[in-house]
């Protein structure tokens, strides 16, 4: 098993810009989450799904969006990249709703200049 | 949602045992307490989770008071490898999916 696949790991985007932050689990988990991390912080929710079709917006949601049409992919989508989105993306899954069985991938580390 | 307090950061020398407190005073009756360990570039990783008195795994061990409102993480004899940021969460287990994580704590463990 993979697990849980990010891609890319890094990535530098210009201001406007916009880009899709690829997630991909192989665990057949129903919940999906993806978080940001801010250099020295701790990771802050940004939308979550529990299952295909079903999305909904956690502590930061502005300026991202998300659709969940498989169970196994959960992209990110960035719309107009801004310098306070650079951040450690991290994707999560979980076969168990709650915080036990979180899965997390690797992470992208995205820079906007 | 519960929220959390952990120190910032904790220095250990190897094979120490470390204790690392966590308060949620506004715990709820349903909520489960869990820890996370985060190496640098790496997301976070599952270490152990329980609801009342103590848990063990072959990682950690959980004290959890009657009251509930703090926890203590136990890290026996630690190694340069422990050095991590640990995550202290409190939510409901079975029920709701924001859960979120709070700054947790800086471990540095000493030669």
């Known amino acids: 098993n993979a697990g849980v696949t990010q891609t890319p790991k890094f990535r530098i985007l210009k201001i406007g810009q916009s880009m899709t932050l690829q997630c991909a689990q192989d665990?057949?988990?129903?919940?999906m989450y993806w978080y940001r991390q801010d250099p020295g912080m701790g990771l802050k929710l940004i939308y979550y799904?529990?299952?295909?079709?079903?999305?909904d917006k956690g502590e930061v949601p502005n300026g991202y969006n998300v659709s969940r049409s498989t169970t196994e992919d959960f992209p990110l989508r960035l719309e107009l990249a801004a310098p306070s989105q650079t951040s450690v993306y991290f994707c999560?899954?979980?076969?168990?709703?709650?915080?036990?069985?979180?899965?997390f991938g690797s992470g992208t580390q995205l820079s906007v200049l | 949602l519960a929220k959390t307090t952990q120190p910032i950061s904790m220095d250990s020398y190897e094979g120490q045992e470390v204790n690392i407190t966590c308060s949620h005073n506004?715990?709820?009756?349903?909520?489960?307490i869990t820890w996370y360990q985060q190496f640098p570039s790496q997301g976070p990783r599952f270490i152990i989770q329980g609801y009342k008195t103590k848990v063990t795994n072959e990682v950690a061990s959980l004290f959890i008071p009657a009251d509930r409102k703090s926890s203590t993480l136990s890290l026996p004899r630690v190694s340069l490898s422990d050095t991590a940021v640990y995550y202290c969460l409190v939510g409901v287990v079975n029920t709701g999916n924001q859960f979120y994580f709070g700054t947790g704590t800086s471990l540095t463990v000493i030669p």
């Open positions: 506004n715990i709820a009756t349903n909520d489960y």
């Open positions: 999560a899954s979980s076969y168990l709703s709650g915080p036990r069985e979180l899965f």
């Open positions: 799904s529990v299952g295909a079709g079903i999305t």
């Open positions: 665990m057949n988990h129903n919940y």
